[in-house]
């Protein structure tokens, strides 16, 4: 099974959090692809990218399209990690959850630049912003 994540690229958090899912993607079952880069949309004509950008959208390989933060769960999920974020899941705190995170959304980059003094990724160049010279291998699959 492959799971397909749907990031914003240009969202300092948002990377960091890919980048520790790609450390720990051994079995190589989550796939990362950047909704900024230049080809996406012909890539993905299904995925809108004003939509996956203001929440989270991750893909099963039946075509099951998670939103939010069943896609965080999901996804830490395969690579055996953070199993508390099941919790969110659970009925009676899912609602809070969800709200939570859809807060945390719209206003990714002011609480990025609140963690990191970032509230974008430099300027992308070929569809890969600056972070990626830091991090070799940033915005690749």
């Known amino acids: 099974m492959t799971f397909t994540l749907f ?6 958090l948002c990377v960091a959090e890919m980048d520790q899912l790609r450390a720990l993607n051994r079995a190589e079952s989550l796939k990362f692809e950047d909704i900024l880069a230049p080809d996406f949309k012909s890539r993905f004509p299904d995925i809108d990218p004003m939509e996956a950008s203001r929440i989270l959208h991750g893909k ?17 999920s395969l690579v ?3 199993r508390w974020i099941g919790l969110l899941r659970l009925p009676v705190i899912r609602w809070f959850a969800d ?14 630049y ?10 992308c160049q070929n569809g ?3 972070i990626a010279e830091e991090k070799p291998d940033n915005h690749k699959n």
């Open 7 to 12: 990031y914003d690229g240009s969202c300092p």
């Open 80 to 82: 055996g990690k953070k």
């Open 128 to 130: 890969v912003c600056s």
């Open 114 to 123: 609140l963690f990191t003094g970032r509230s974008k990724c430099e300027p």
């Open 60 to 76: 099963l390989t039946d075509g099951t399209l998670l939103l939010g933060l069943d896609v965080t769960h999901k996804a830490w």
């Open 99 to 112: 709200k939570a995170y859809l807060f945390f959304a719209r206003n990714r980059y002011k609480i990025s």
